[in-house]
């Protein structure tokens, strides 16, 4: 412990909390009223009632999560799944609660995908009597389970999965099986060391003949004893970059066999009287839960990168580095870093993303509701078509899903490579604090990073977005559009592309959503025109691909923010000062990411090089300037709670300097190691005082 003279110094001035409250002074963005907008009162009561809870139990301290090793970590993240769920049922939480409790503990833990996608996949993709045996026990914590899809081999190409259910007509089981090593289920969160039940994505084998991966039912431990069943091998992948409180796992099978009510049917089946196969409607309707995931990837980007934006912009307004060459005589002492252009240029406009991928989260699963509740009321159906092991589909479907499809994969895409760039510019613009371990923001990155390849890498799930747009163009060009945003779009591009466009987008806010849907629909025909035309593999056009879809992305995005604030909502709920900031905010996301693409822009004529000159010199520059002022106000409607963010450099006080002192001299038990350094003494330790250390704590 620090001896009382150390205790007594103090950061010099002025202070990070004065600094703070002259922010929050300089600003009269009304942060509640914004919060409520942003969450709903019922959403934040939620927050405050979960945290006192939180707070109140031993268990969900936070104090030494910077300084366990892999096993401990694991360790602690079981016994705070396990205290959750106790309480979830000592204080009749909701689904919602148990999330909320979840989020503000922000660590991945040995139940999430239980908790997620094997209770989901159970409740979408089974029947009524599947739901009587393995819902209502999952539901109950008897059985829990995981998703085991992605394979040693394989992962974002699902067609190509190597584990097997064979079907077998004399006993009317499946025989579930790993032929090759590469067929191992791998990266399966919560099947390491905690799940006793998976559902295996395998391919359906029915007389010699495969239709394609389905999902099984597959018991792999003993309930009383979690050992691994008979031709049963599992265990724990080990270390990673991050997500080290999860335990994602291996799962080999040696024809394991599992009863025909296994196989999880309300979509397609085996008639176990016929052997025949029932097919489903579409598809995608097997990866329904597939769908969920990158649905949620998407809705939940935006708070995902406000967490990094609120600590990078608490941080800038404290921290103090050399002063400004032209400031006046009477200004001196060192400046706020947030006041250099060059930091203001890489956090407001990840503060603008932060609302912009918000909107358009909720516009996702309003989406995925919609179309769920189509696909559920069409479940019966037969399907008509066919596709095949590619990534391109050539004729029309009839699929529901295909809108839902794209556009997840599109916004998965590119709302998480948004946020997990945007995590580590935020970390960067911290400075040499950035990388200590108490900025809150290494292992938040390190832990959300996974999500740029898991659920689809981004890159692949680009020739989904693209096999989409071809089709839609396609159809267009025949008079076959449907009546969707991406056929009207394209239907405007052919109406106006002999007269071009060049749209005032310095002037008008609706002109830059159509500017860049003008430039998304140009890169669609152009792609179009590769493909059908010129006849050019489907892999010289992959880099093509991905630029369509991230444009296309873009431009959804820019949409999404566009019509949020253009709701009845916003002039009920907002005062027409925070209105008319949040306007600035969606012109800086959607200018800076212009001038970002500005080749694109220009050369499809949406818009001049004028244009662009003067929103990378005049427009953005002052939007900077105007939204700078409102910054920390900005972080603080976001409503992270300090023992969220468990940041140093991101707290709410502004006290940066002394909490990153106590971290490191109260906290860290390797300071109570004495060592003996010299290298001709065999002794490693002298004296080993960590136990005492920790007892202290």
Known sequence: MAPSWVSKLQPSGPHGSELLQQERAGSLLQVDQLSQFLFTREVLARKEKVLKVLKSERVFDKSSNYFDGR?????TALARQKRLQQLSINHSWTRDDY??????????????LHVSMFLITL??????????LFLHKAENYEYIGCYAQTELGHGSNVRGLETTATWNPDD??????????????WWIGSLGRTANHAIVMAQLIIK?????????????????????????????????????????????LNNVKVPHVNMLARFSSVDPSTSRYVKPASASLVYGTLTWVRSTIVLQSGSVLARGVTIATRYAAIRRQFQDRDAKEQDVGETQVLNYTMVQIRILPLLAATFALHFTGRGMMALYEENQRKTFADAGKLATTERGPSAEELFPSTDLLADLHATSCGLKALASTIAAEGLEVCRRACGGHGYSSFSGIG???????????????????????ARYLLKSARAVLQNKGLDN?????????????????????????????????????FLTFEALRHRDEDKESWNSLLVDFWRLSTAHSQYLIVKNFYEALRSKSVASELDPETVILMHKLFRLHALHTLEKEASEFFSSSAVTVRQIQLARTKTVMKLLEEIRPHAVRLVDAWDFPDWQLDSSLGRYDGKVYEDLFRRASELNPLNALTIDPYPDSDVLIKHDGRKEFLSKL
């Open 123 to 132: 409740k979408d993709q089974g029947t009524p009597e599947q739901h009587e």
């Open 485 to 521: 945003d991406t056929c009207i779009i394209l239907k405007n591009f052919l109406d106006r592309r002999d007269m071009g466009a060049a749209f005032d987008v310095l002037g008008r806010d609706e002109y830059i959503v159509a500017a860049f849907a003008w430039r998304a629909s």
């Open 443 to 465: 292992s938040w990155y390190s832990d959300y990073l996974p999500t740029v390849t898991w659920e689809g890498d981004n890159f692949l799930l680009c020739q989904q977005v």
């Open 172 to 185: 009317k089981t499946f025989s579930l099986h790993s032929p090759h090593l590469t067929a191992s289920k």
């Open 99 to 112: 999330q909320m409790a979840s989020d503000l503990i922000s660590e991945p833990g040995p139940y999430g």
């Open 208 to 252: 010699g003949k495969s239709y394609g991966p389905h999902p099984f039912v597959v018991q792999i431990r003993d309930l009383e004893t979690h050992e691994p069943l008979e031709n049963v091998h599992v265990g724990d992948i080990g270390p990673k970059f991050g997500y080290n409180t999860m335990d994602n796992g291996f799962l080999l």
């Open 71 to 75: 096993a401990e970590r694991f360790e």
